[in-house]
């Protein structure tokens, strides 16, 4: 079982193509990545890239909005999205096969005949201004930015590039004429890198891709203006006034060499290695943090810039961690087995890709190969740096009050701090080469209890094996807080397993846990019993637990809270992919093993409106409505899944499109724990959670009359895209999540072929009884930032 190797193809106008095929994939995955990011714009305008990136959204010449990009791949069940980079924009979405090249085609008439109406950039404006808002606060961004201030002058990464109403002169002609230049000069063919996967065959996709892109004009102007220097260093060590103490480190580095990409990622593997004689484990031998996080800032040709979080450690163990770090680069730089470790690493990485998305994968596509030997160079000469100290930066942060810092975008409270002499650190590292989870047979931490298992063989071409776990947690409190325990307890298993491809995904609800894992069938039985006596411990160690990242995220890891399931002393699984070996192993490694029992199926409460509040800090509020089936038959899942498959769109367009409350949104037909209904979530800078409620309840009252006028074509177009979405899977992974979902909510394996034969006898008048259903509010859950109205 293997992805083939990907294909690539360089068109005459200067495109790049590149192609793998995914034979089990039942979606194609598509990445147009434009090499113009914000660093490209004119410096008057900040956030001008990441305001046409939204632009391009908003109608093209040949497809008006609602026949775009995002209204054709979401009709059809499918995602799209689009980022901004400092050097880059991506475009990507994923959607059925068969669909392919109606999306390129859309994709391709937005991205280089726009229509750029003004009415629409002063709406969408409001937009970025909003996000603005939320990342000016965001935690991370202000981390990020102080960071990007001790570069060297005239650098990119020091500026605050988010555009707001005072940057995007919408209203200026020399606005408009910037704006139109940008897109001229970067969004043609020259400058894109198309790459998609499958399960098609590579030259297939090459075809379909060259017959739209090929037409393309290739006129390229070349950017010869040089890349500013990020060294010397401004300041080493500064200070940011703030709500928590913590300590950071920065990184900025500039080597010889035209890919960093392949040496960052062998760097960043090491770093985070909790292996005895790696930096996490000496780092937490001298106390000096618990966790070790690295992530990559920047990087465009020689330079990068990466961030290094000590979760637990002070300000005044800064100087420490930095001589900590150095004295692992000096160590580790010239070792005789970092050929061995970017082998594993190598090993790893293909592991990894087998498990990933069509989507996920076309996106790694954007990359590069390398080869070893220039990698270990540019390594070498990363560690080399590192050793040195001249690119590190030391922030800290503290609630000392701070005087503002003349930062480009956005005001922060900064200072810079004396530099000080480095501190000598004494340690003996070590550069581990091995990985015990590969080994079949390897030891495990205990033997697992009594288990209800359930194996599904795996499809011909099926791809990675899913295993899935339900169980009990020893403990009381809060489940958010019970939820973090685990996780951190379970860290290093958990990191070790995702170097391996082994997704997983914890989580904890009232009547115990749930847990998807993703990988490579030989890995999940000894994977499993490592990290399920972990879960099954009792929970009594104390934990810092902070919410953290976007609020609307941060309520949907809380959702399953809202939705109980039938209590288990037994471990439960299910599986499909695992061979008659795997299972053997795993029967081996349980006290006794009995088939896996079915669950009631979930049944409402008629409660009214059940409404939880989750205070968050932030101005931002956030809710999150969850309407629950009245039952469980196939006719009435089927009158629901197709509303919602109706409402997603419009939802969207009225709520973010023409009152504009918000920017994060979506809504459709969701399963949560055992319970299957309408999702509607929304995180909004400009009203409460009450406003949102009564935005969501008034968008819903208004969708009777466009259902009685509904056409038979936009009845049609959704009925398709459920078709695809209820036929049997073609992957492991999702016949899996499938057959759990159906046992999770006390459904029979049949129940998915019953829903799409009642999507056959559907009718409009059904659809216009089921709006009368949600609308009676019988069993609605709400999960919100805030409080309902007062009654």
């Not at 075809?207 to 990020?230: C, F, K, N, W, Y």
């Not at 009158?639 to 009152?659: C, I, N, T």
């Not at 078709?723 to 073609?730: G, N, T, V």
Request: aromatic content about 6%; hydrophobic content about 45%.
């Amino acid at each position: 079982m293997s992805n083939q190797a990907p294909v690539t193809r360089r068109l005459a106008n200067g495109a790049e193509l590149r192609a793998q095929q995914q034979p089990w994939a039942q979606q194609a995955g598509v990445c147009l990545r434009v090499a113009a990011g914000s660093h490209d714009e004119p410096p008057a305008y900040p956030g001008l890239a990441h305001f046409l990136e939204h632009l391009l959204f908003l109608g093209s010449r040949n497809y008006p909005v609602d026949q775009g990009l995002m209204a054709f791949v979401q009709r059809h069940g499918g995602l799209v999205n689009a980022s901004t980079q400092a050097r880059h924009t991506d475009f990507v979405c994923e959607l059925p096969a068969e669909l392919l090249q109606p999306a390129l085609t859309r994709l391709l008439d937005m991205l280089c005949q726009p229509l750029l109406d003004i009415d629409a950039q002063l709406r969408e404006r409001e937009v970025l201004h909003a996000e603005y808002q939320a990342r000016s606060q965001d935690v991370n961004c202000r981390i990020d930015h102080a960071l990007g201030q001790a570069l060297a002058v005239d650098h990119r990464c020091s500026d605050f590039l988010a555009g707001d109403r005072n940057t995007l002169l919408v209203e200026s002609e020399a606005f408009q004429q910037a704006l139109r230049a940008y897109h001229q000069r970067h969004y043609q063919a020259g400058h894109m890198c198309l790459s998609l996967v499958g399960p098609q065959a590579p030259e297939q996709l090459l075809d379909i891709a060259e017959a739209l892109l090929g037409p393309l004009p290739g006129a390229q102007i070349e950017d010869s203006r040089p890349v500013a220097d990020l060294l010397p260093l401004r300041a080493s060590r500064l200070s940011l006034q703030h709500d928590r103490p913590a300590v950071h480190l920065g990184f900025a580095a500039q080597v010889d060499a035209c890919q960093l990409q392949a040496p960052l990622e062998l760097l960043l593997d090491t770093l985070h290695d909790p292996a005895s004689g790696g930096l996490l484990a000496g780092l937490r031998e001298r106390q000096l943090c618990r966790q070790l996080q690295v992530r990559e800032l920047y990087r465009h040709q020689g330079q990068c810039l990466l961030r290094f979080d000590f979760p637990g450690a002070t300000t005044e163990q800064g100087p420490a961690l930095r001589a900590a770090v150095q004295s692992w680069a000096a160590q580790l730089q010239g070792h005789e087995h970092w050929p061995q470790r970017l082998q594993g690493h190598q090993q790893a990485v293909a592991l990894r890709l087998l498990g990933l998305s069509s989507l996920a994968l076309a996106q790694h596509l954007q990359a590069p190969e390398q080869e070893n030997d220039t990698t270990l160079r540019s390594l070498a000469a990363l560690l080399g740096q590192l050793a040195q100290g001249d690119g590190l930066i030391e922030l800290q942060c503290s609630q000392r009050t701070q005087s503002e810092w003349p930062a480009t975008g956005l005001a922060l409270p900064l200072q810079a701090l004396p530099a000080q002499a480095p501190l000598p650190f004494e340690h003996e590292w070590q550069l581990c080469c091995d990985e015990l989870l590969l080994d079949e047979r390897g030891s495990v931490s205990a033997v697992l209890p009594l288990a209800e298992l359930r194996h599904y063989p795996g499809q011909p071409e099926g791809g990675p094996a899913a295993l899935y776990w339900r169980g009990a947690f020893v403990g009381s409190g809060d489940m958010t807080a019970i939820e973090a325990a685990l996780l951190a307890r379970s860290a290093d298993l958990r990191w070790r397993g995702e170097r391996l491809g082994i997704a997983s995904q914890l989580s904890v609800h009232v009547s115990g846990w749930t847990l998807a894992l993703r990988g490579a069938a030989a890995l999940l039985p000894t994977f499993s019993t490592q990290l399920l006596p972990l879960l099954l411990a009792p929970v009594n160690e104390p934990v810092e637990f902070t919410s953290q990242g976007m609020l609307l995220r941060v309520l949907l890891q809380r959702l399953p809270q809202l939705c109980e399931l039938p209590a288990t002393s037994n471990l439960q699984g299910l599986s499909v992919g695992l061979g008659e070996r795997q299972q053997a192993r795993l029967a081996e490694l349980c006290t006794a093993v009995e088939p896996l029992a079915g669950l009631p199926p979930a049944s409402g409460t008629w409660r009214g409106v059940d409404w939880h509040e989750v205070s968050q800090p932030g101005a931002d509020a956030a809710l999150l409505l969850f309407c629950p089936l009245p039952d469980a038959t196939a006719p009435t899942e089927a009158a629901w899944r197709v509303l919602g498959q109706l409402l997603q769109g419009r939802f969207y367009q009225r709520l973010r499109g023409e009152l504009q409350l918000g920017y994060a949104l979506f809504a459709g037909f969701r399963q949560v724990l055992g319970s299957r209904g309408l999702l509607f979530a929304l995180q909004s800078p400009v009203c409460d959670a009450a406003g949102i409620f009564a935005h969501v309840r008034a968008f819903l009252d208004e969708q009777r009359s466009l259902l009685e006028g509904l056409d038979d074509a936009t009845l049609s177009g959704a009925l398709d895209a459920l078709q695809a979405a209820l036929s049997p899977a073609r992957s492991n992974q999702a016949r899996a999540e499938q057959l759990w979902h159906l046992y999770l909510a006390g459904l029979p394996e049949l129940h998915p072929q019953q829903v799409l034969q009642a999507l056959q006898a559907l009718s409009t008048s059904d659809l216009l009884r089921t709006h009368e259903q949600l609308l009676l509010a019988r069993d609605w859950r709400v999960l919100a930032s805030g409080a309902p109205a007062p009654v």
